[in-house]
């Protein structure tokens, strides 16, 4: 079987986990949780694929220093940050993860 054809699924999923979080954002009290735990989740399975595979090159080096950076906002670390911008530093997070998991992807099926 090809790595393609292996990771296929786990992109698709990982699309899937992306729209049911973008779509669950501030419906209910209970999708704050799993905002909150899905977003690392997949920043860990990301690093965990690209690192053996060979393709945590300098852009998703960056990306993962931007994720980071916006991880701490939003989790009301850096001074002044208050609900509404904890909010859009959230969406800003999982903007960058999703544009992380995009070019990730390409890079795997398109074998850039």
């Known amino acids: 079987m090809s790595l393609t054809m292996v990771l296929l699924p786990v992109f698709v999923e990982v699309g899937l986990t992306f729209a049911l979080l973008f779509w669950t954002k501030g419906r209910a009290k209970t999708a704050e949780a799993a905002e909150e735990f899905g977003l690392p989740t997949l920043f860990y399975a990301l ?37 509404r911008q904890r909010s859009l530093a959230w969406t800003a997070s999982a903007l960058v993860l999703l544009a992380m998991w995009l070019y990730f992807a390409l890079k795997m099926l398109l074998l850039l």
């Open 47 to 83: 690093i965990a694929l690209a690192l053996p595979l060979r393709h945590a090159d300098l852009a998703i080096v960056l990306l993962s220093w931007v994720f980071v950076v916006t991880r701490f906002v939003n989790a009301g670390l850096l001074r002044g940050a208050d609900g």
